[in-house]
């Protein structure tokens, strides 16, 4: 066939454009969306999980914290309280430390638990006595108020809540109260089996601070026995506040005595 044939002028012509189709598609930008997706090359977009910064877990929960008050002596053995507080209000109250062995076993186990429940209750050491056991309570008081004091001192303790149980914050420093005023009081002469007794009281306001007795039965084996229930006799009338106290054993007719005398100073007092 002769070069210059019509066929092969065409054949040639048709080749030409379908190399130039191919070489065009060859260089086709390699950044085209539709190609880029195809061959993978997309970055794949973060989850919503993914571009959420964390927020720290939980909310964060009102601290508790717990104060433990003093040792106080007292004459069966010491008694030491510890609290648990939530935002400064007493939650729960236990006993590290009160009075065992013989009778004290059964005393403990019958007042403490009365006077845990009474300082959640009252969220402050104004609780009564559990009767029976004077000292044990007498001591638990003392302890639960060193508590509270420091528990205060550390930044709001009980005894400063409001209806809400939230602690008020004061808007000013309050006016110191004045002092309260000391007086002595001597009770009636109460006339026992074995001699007279009477109860002399140093108050300051309401509050008994010193007790003692001004006569007590004396002579022979009285002495003794004086000497033995007259130091207890004072001391529960202070961790008492009243004359709801026990008798010494051994000593009924004085501590009778005592207690009359005690009662008719308080009546004085006007306690």
């Known amino acids: 066939m002769k070069k210059s044939h019509p066929i092969r002028r065409t054949m040639l012509a048709a080749a030409a454009t379908v190399s130039g189709i191919v070489l065009l598609l060859s260089l ?35 601290g508790t914290r717990t104060v433990t008050g003093d040792v106080v002596k007292t004459e069966y053995g010491p008694v030491q309280v510890r609290l648990s507080l939530s ?34 209750a009252a969220q402050s050491a104004d609780i009564d006595a559990v009767s029976g056991a004077t000292y044990t309570s007498g001591g638990y008081k003392k302890s639960l108020q060193s508590a509270l004091d420091k528990a205060k001192a550390t930044g709001g303790g009980s005894g400063s809540t409001g209806a809400s149980g939230t602690s008020a914050s004061p808007k000013a420093p309050a006016a110191k109260a004045p002092a309260a005023q000391t007086r002595v009081i001597t009770g009636d002469v109460a006339r026992t089996e074995y001699g007279p007794v009477q109860v002399r009281l140093v108050l300051a306001g309401t509050k008994i601070t010193k007790a003692e007795t001004v006569q007590a039965p004396s002579g022979g084996r009285s002495t003794q026995v004086t000497a033995d229930a007259v130091p207890k006799l004072n001391q529960e009338a202070v961790a008492a506040g009243s004359a709801d106290i026990d008798a010494v054993s051994g000593a009924t007719y004085t501590s009778g005595g005592y207690k009359k005398s005690l009662q008719s100073a308080l009546d004085k007092a006007g306690g």
Do not use: F, M, W, Y
């Open 28 to 62: 086709k930008p390699a950044g085209d969306p539709a190609a880029a997706s195809a061959q993978g090359g997309a970055a794949p977009q973060q989850t919503a999980a993914g571009q959420e910064s964390p927020q720290g877990g939980s909310a964060q929960q009102t």
């Open 87 to 120: 935002d400064g209000r007493i939650v729960k109250a236990d006993a590290v430390q009160a009075p065992q062995g013989g009778t004290s076993d059964q005393k403990t186990a019958l007042a403490v638990p009365r006077l845990n429940k009474a300082a959640v």
